[in-house]
């Protein structure tokens, strides 16, 4: 399918740029242009209230509708950002939004990030963040039996890799997940890499230079730097994956879908139509991001209900 006509004129620019590559850029001019990136977002949506609170030297910010009740469902955010940037600015909007049109809070969770920050540091602030949200619950007015995993790509990624850790230890699990085009596989192994890695604004070496400053040596194979490839999925809670047609990911998503469907996990997977890596956040100038919104915040709102 070809690409949606905003997402078009962004990818022609990209290209007419000489394809900037990001290995090229300091790391304080690509979490600036991230940041930058926020005005393709759309109108800001207003009908919500946002408080930022530190729980045992933990930031998060919990994204509410106006005059919510008491309890409410809600889903722990990891943002994206290639494990290398991002936080509550860059994903302002889209956490308001899932708040507001799902009746449900938004915690989103501020993880350490590479280079100053390796792994495994996402991986545990990842894992404290939701046992944090758990253990407050009351506090936060999150329904316990009513908690969604999500993330988009590094934030996907680090939503799977929690709730494995969760099931290991048997505490609690969350009601379900939502991986939006995740971060899988740091061997680059599927073909989308190749097809999709040049020209579509999130490249190969976007993805690759945030795994390498994040992974500062270690193994690309370990289990939590590349998840696709555990057998250990059995026992997850119920799982949607988002994939984007032209994704370098694309591949290791649908690829998840298939690892976790034959090891017994429930497990549904959309690929969206001619759009990119990162449409998720251009709700300004794609029909597909302001879609996806509305469905990603009905399945938080109905998680638990099964």
């Not at 600036?32 to 729980?55: C, F």
């Not at 509708?65 to 889209?94: K, R, V, W």
């Given at each position: 399918?070809?690409?949606?006509?905003?997402?078009?004129?962004?990818?022609?620019?990209?290209?007419?740029?000489?394809?900037?590559?990001?290995?090229?850029?300091?790391?304080?001019?690509?979490?600036?242009?991230?940041?930058?990136?926020?005005?393709?977002?759309?109108?800001?949506?207003?009908?919500?209230?946002?408080?930022?609170?530190?729980?045992?030297?933990?930031?998060?910010?919990v994204f509410s509708p106006l005059n919510a009740p008491?309890?409410?469902?809600?889903?722990?955010?990891?943002?994206?950002?290639?494990?290398?940037?991002?936080?509550?600015?860059?994903?302002?909007?889209?956490?308001?939004?899932?708040?507001?049109?799902?009746?449900?809070?938004?915690?989103?969770?501020?993880?350490?990030?590479?280079?100053?920050?390796?792994?495994?540091?996402?991986?545990?602030?990842?894992?404290?963040?939701?046992?944090?949200?758990?253990?407050?619950?009351?506090?936060?007015?999150?329904?316990?039996?009513?908690?969604?995993?999500?993330?988009?790509?590094?934030?996907?990624?680090?939503?799977?890799?929690?709730?494995?850790?969760?099931?290991?230890?048997?505490?609690?699990?969350?009601?379900?997940?939502?991986?939006?085009?995740?971060?899988?596989?740091?061997?680059?192994?599927?073909?989308?890499?190749?097809?999709?890695?040049?020209?579509?604004?999130?490249?190969?070496?976007?993805?690759?230079?945030?795994?390498?400053?994040?992974?500062?040596?270690?193994?690309?194979?370990?289990?939590?730097?590349?998840?696709?490839?555990?057998?250990?999925?059995?026992?997850?809670?119920?799982?949607?994956?988002?994939?984007?047609?032209?994704?370098?990911?694309?591949?290791?998503?649908?690829?998840?879908?298939?690892?976790?469907?034959?090891?017994?996990?429930?497990?549904?997977?959309?690929q969206w139509r001619g759009v990119i890596h990162g449409?998720?956040?251009?709700?300004?100038?794609?029909?597909?991001?302001?879609?996806?919104?509305?469905?990603?915040?009905?399945?938080?709102?109905?998680?638990?209900?099964?």
């Amino acid at each position: 399918m070809a690409l949606e006509k905003g997402i078009e004129r962004l990818v022609q620019g990209f290209i007419a740029a000489g394809r900037p590559s990001s290995r090229r850029q300091t790391i304080e001019v690509r979490r600036a242009g991230y940041i930058a990136s926020t005005e393709l977002a759309g109108k800001t949506e207003t009908r919500v209230q946002l408080e930022t609170l530190v729980l045992e030297g933990l930031t998060i910010r919990v994204f509410s509708p106006l005059n919510a009740p008491e309890i409410l469902p809600a889903a722990i955010y990891y943002h994206g950002g290639c494990f290398i940037s991002g936080g509550f600015d860059t994903h302002d909007n889209q956490l308001r939004q899932l708040a507001y049109y799902g009746n449900c809070r938004v915690i989103a969770i501020q993880y350490r990030l590479a280079p100053e920050h390796t792994f495994p540091a996402a991986h545990d602030d990842a894992e404290r963040g939701a046992n944090l949200v758990w253990q407050y619950a009351d506090e936060l007015g999150v329904d316990k039996n009513r908690l969604t995993l999500c993330g988009d790509s590094a934030g996907g990624h680090l939503a799977l890799v929690t709730a494995l850790r969760l099931k290991v230890k048997g505490l609690w699990q969350p009601a379900q997940l939502i991986l939006i085009y995740p971060m899988l596989d740091a061997t680059a192994s599927f073909e989308s890499y190749t097809l999709n890695g040049m020209d579509y604004v999130i490249t190969r070496d976007t993805l690759l230079s945030g795994y390498e400053m994040y992974l500062a040596g270690a193994d690309r194979q370990h289990p939590e730097v590349s998840p696709l490839w555990r057998n250990d999925f059995s026992g997850l809670p119920k799982v949607h994956i988002v994939t984007a047609e032209y994704d370098p990911l694309r591949d290791e998503g649908e690829a998840l879908y298939q690892r976790l469907t034959a090891q017994g996990v429930k497990c549904t997977a959309q690929q969206w139509r001619g759009v990119i890596h990162g449409f998720f956040q251009l709700g300004g100038i794609s029909q597909s991001a302001r879609d996806i919104m509305r469905d990603i915040a009905w399945r938080i709102n109905h998680a638990g209900r099964e």
